[in-house]
C-alpha cells in the first residue's frame, strides 16, 4: 500500500477529481496554499495499491498541464530610497509536485 500525495494548482483540480472518480481511485482533497505564488492548491491525498501507483501517476500527470504566468514583481527601495518600477516577470506555474510514501497500515471504516 502507498500513500500518494499530490499537489495540483487549483486550475486543473476539477480535471483531476473527474479522472479520478471514472477510474474508481478514492481520494481526499484539501485545500492549500503554495508558498511561492501565495495562490490556490489542492492537494490530493490517495491510498492506493502498490500495483495502481503508475496508473494514478500517469493521471496526474495528464491532468496537471504546467503554464506560463505573469506576475508583478515587488515594487523594492534601494539604498537612496528610490523606488524602481514593478514590472511583469514571466514564470511557468502548474503542474503538479508528487510524493508517494510506503503505508504501513490501512483502514477504512
Request: aromatic share 8%.
Amino acid at each position: 500500500m502507498k500513500l500518494i500525495i499530490a499537489v495540483v494548482q487549483d486550475q486543473d483540480q476539477h480535471a483531476l477529481s473527474t479522472a479520478l472518480y471514472e477510474t474508481g481511485i478514492r481520494a481526499t482533497k484539501l485545500s492549500t496554499t503554495g508558498g511561492f505564488l501565495r495562490a490556490g492548491n489542492t492537494t490530493f491525498m490517495i491510498g492506493i495499491e502498490e500495483e495502481r501507483v503508475e496508473e494514478v501517476l500517469d493521471i496526474i500527470k495528464r491532468c496537471s498541464q504546467a503554464r506560463e504566468q505573469f506576475i508583478t514583481s515587488p515594487i523594492s527601495l534601494d539604498v537612496n530610497l528610490d523606488a524602481s518600477a514593478a514590472f511583469p516577470v514571466k514564470i511557468e506555474v502548474g503542474g503538479a509536485t508528487i510524493f508517494v510514501l510506503p503505508i504501513d497500515s490501512f483502514h477504512q471504516f
